[in-house]
Every structure is written in C-alpha cells, then in structure tokens.
C-alpha cells in the first residue's frame, strides 16, 4: 500500500519510465519473438509490458482482456515463464479486424478466426504451464472474474468507448486492493480508449498513481481502492440509465462502507436530481388538473 504523496511520485515515475533502460540480450530474443507475430504495438510497448511484469511478486496474477494472436501475450509470457505466477487471456478470438473502431486496417492481411485461435496457442505455447485461456467476451466472464484479485490487467480488447468502458469496469471488480491496471492506444486515434480511460481513472481523484508510459501509448494507474471504483462506475452508469431509485440505494450503501465526500456528494446529486423529477411530475399533475378544470 502507498501511504505518501513522495511515495505515489515515485512509483509513478518508476512505472512511466521502464521504457529508457537499454535493450538487454535476453529482451532481444523476447522483441524477436513478439515481432514474428501479426500484432499492432509500437516497437517498444512489448519490452514496457515485460519490465512491468516482471516488478510483479511472486505467484502472481494476471489478467489481459484482447490477446489476438498472442503479441503481448507473448511479451508478458517472457516475464512469468518458468515462475509460479499465471496469466489469464480473455478474447473471443474472432476476426475482430472488421468492427468499425479497426476499419483502416487492411484485411487482405488477415487469417480465419480458427487460423488467428491455432496462432495463438502456438505463439504462446512455450509458457503454456503459466497460460488459462478464457474464449469468449469479456462481459461472459465478468461474475467469474469479480473478486479474483489480479494483480495486474492489460487492458487491449474492442476500442469503442462503451468496451473500454466496460472492460475497465470489469477490471475494477477483478483487481486486488493496489493492483495496476494497464491498457494499450492511449491516444487520439483511439478516441473511445481516451474517453473511457479519461473517466474511469485519468478524473478520478482516489487514484493517485496514474500515466502513460514514455514512448508508449500504455496507459496505467494503481488502484488502492478497486471496490469503491467499482461501485461508483456502477452507480454512474445507473445515473446515466436513469435509474436513480438503484442508484441511491447503492450510493448509501457505499457512502456507509467506505465514507468518502466524494460518495456524499454522490448522494445528495442523485437526491437532488430526484427531488427536481418528482417536482416536474408534480407540475405536470397540476397544469392537466388547471386544463381540465377550465
Ligand atoms: C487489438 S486486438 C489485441 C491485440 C493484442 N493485444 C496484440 O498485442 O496483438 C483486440 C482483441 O480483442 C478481442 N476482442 C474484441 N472485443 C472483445 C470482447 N468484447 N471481449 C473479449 N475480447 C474482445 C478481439 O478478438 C481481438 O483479438
């Protein structure tokens, strides 16, 4: 647990800075065997997902949300092959290149979904003992992975704003309390990972330790607090359902769990936004009671 703002500096800087050590021998054949793979990191996002992997402790766990045909997957595999840590893939592995947030990508290059699966197991197969392969989206498994205490998430699934959303939400549920939770295409191209991210956790004051890493476009951020991040996502897409009444509900609940202003706050909004509801009713009540009367 962190417990200064010098200590949430400095892990900060730590994390955002794993990219500048030099290339080391055993890193080469890592970027040899990641770049023999159809994947879409910039040169230097394997190397930054390995370092983080490997600042893991031991038994770790690990989740990444979009394998495809194994680029990270392979790059974290490096960091864990032969340790006791495990890694869980989620992917449908289906030929996502046709979804519209892809559609500058060239399909010509693309294979059959069984091709891009049979791919997968075979790039990863050297730390297969370390690999738990969950086929199927992401939200299929979200109650499986709710509570199961990550220690780290890489986040690289669809990249429209309500996926990334969702994915983060699932993260939220499935980090333990201090995990780090990762995600590829922070930036402008990848409009609905920004927003999603920007909300979620770039905004959110309870989490301090939060960046991209140089020369990468991997965003990451500690969370000390993954239930309570949960819950207020929860209950801010409740809000924009417009389902106050649940949304209340569990606002209190949380406000009596965790006590936070930012939660009181919660509940006196969704109160008020309540109130002005059961006015305007009352109003409408009242100009049909005044026509009907004239
Ligand atoms: C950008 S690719 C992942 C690339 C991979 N990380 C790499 O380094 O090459 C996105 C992947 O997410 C998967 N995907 C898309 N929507 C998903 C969902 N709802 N649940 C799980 N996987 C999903 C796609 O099948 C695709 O394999």
């Known amino acids: 647990m962190l417990n200064s703002s010098a200590d949430y500096q400095q892990v900060t800087a730590t994390i955002k800075s794993l990219t500048i050590e030099p290339v080391t021998d055993a890193e080469k054949v890592m970027l040899d065997r990641v770049n023999s793979i159809q994947h879409m990191l910039s040169p230097l996002e394997p ?59 060239d399909r010509s290059a693309i294979a059959d979904d069984l091709v891009v699966f049979s791919n997968f197991l075979k790039n990863t197969s050297f730390f297969s003992d370390n690999l738990r392969v969950l086929k199927g989206k992401a939200s299929a498994f979200a109650e499986l992975l709710a509570g199961a205490g990550f220690d780290l998430i890489f986040i690289d699934g669809a990249h429209d704003y309500e996926s990334v959303r969702n994915d983060i939400k699932i993260a939220f549920s499935a980090l333990k309390p201090g995990g780090l939770i990762c995600g590829h295409d922070y930036h402008t191209a990848g409009k609905g990972v920004v927003r999603a991210v920007t909300e979620l956790v ?16 991997i965003w990451f951020a500690v969370v000390e607090t993954p239930r309570y991040e949960y819950q207020s996502t929860v209950i801010s897409d409740l809000c924009n359902n417009n389902q106050l009444e649940e949304a209340l509900l569990r606002s209190e609940r949380a406000l009596a769990e965790h006590g ?18 059961t006015e305007t009713i009352t109003d409408a009540i009242h100009h049909v009671s005044l026509l009907s009367s004239n």
């Not at 770039?202 to 476009?217: F, G, L, N, R």
Request: with cysteine; glycine share 6%.
């Open 260 to 277: 936070t202003e930012e939660m009181a706050k919660f509940v006196s909004a969704i109160k008020t936004e309540m109130l002005k509801k």
């Open 47 to 105: 190397l930054a997902l390995n370092r983080l992997c490997k600042k893991l402790p031991d038994k770790a766990k690990i989740l990444e949300i979009g394998s495809y045909q194994g680029g990270s997957t392979v790059a974290i595999g490096h960091a864990i092959a032969g340790t006791s840590s495990t890694l869980y893939c989620v992917d449908t592995w289906f030929d996502f290149i046709g979804l519209h947030d892809f559609a500058d990508v």
């Open 202 to 217: 770039a905004a959110v004051p309870s989490i301090k330790v939060k960046q991209v890493i140089d020369h990468t476009s």
